[in-house]
């Protein structure tokens, strides 16, 4: 046991909130922990993914579930919390009663933002959130983390810079760049971890995000 709920979570669309949760639910799972992770996203893309990993017949499989509902995950995360070691939770990319509902129950939620002003901009919105959930959550920890980061140039360290400047989350310096291997990874339902031909550069990014998560 000792296991996390982690909410992958942001106000913004196309941030890559849907890879980084899969990665990391199967990153755990190829650790050896029971996981379960949970697609509280309308447009349920996690779930897609796992149902393409399932119907390859990849190991380990992945439990999953599609709760966009926010009374709903909350009633399910209370019944089947004790059922897993760690918990994954997918939310959409706006505002909603799950990603409210997420963030009262997460112990974690993480921030995926991309080196542009507007998603710099939308940390914003998600810290306002954050610091509501505090409320009913004051143990709720939040870390901010580029991913979509660009291979050069000063923009990443801009972002982290203007990013520093919310109270509400703290900037993890792990940052996931935009790389081929990691969006077709996601799109057949794998990990970096897994995908061949291994981009060794992704599976160190990810390896070092998961060290500073866990
Ligand atoms: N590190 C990365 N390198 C390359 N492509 C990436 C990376 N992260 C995400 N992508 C790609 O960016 C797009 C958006 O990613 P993803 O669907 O994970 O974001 P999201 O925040 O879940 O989006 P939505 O708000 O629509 O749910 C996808 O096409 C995905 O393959
Ligand atoms: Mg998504």
Redesign the pocket.
Known sequence: MGGKIITVG?I???????????NIAIARALAGRDVWLIDA?R?D??STALAIRGEAGRQPAIATAHYPDGSQLRTQLRHQRGKFEDIII?A??RDSTALRAALVLSDLVLV?FQPRSLDVWAVADIAALIEEARALNPELQALAVL???DPAGTDNDDAAAAVADYPALQYLNTP????????NA??NGLSVLEQTPRDEK?IMELNTLMQSIF
């Not at 913004?12 to 899969?22: D, I, N, R, S």
Request: glycine share 18%.
């Open positions: 942001a913004k669309g196309g941030v890559g909130k849907t890879t980084l949760a899969l996203d447009q893309t996690a997918d959409g990319g995926p991913n979509l980061a996931i760049r935009r790389r081929k291997s990691v969006a996601a799109g992704a």
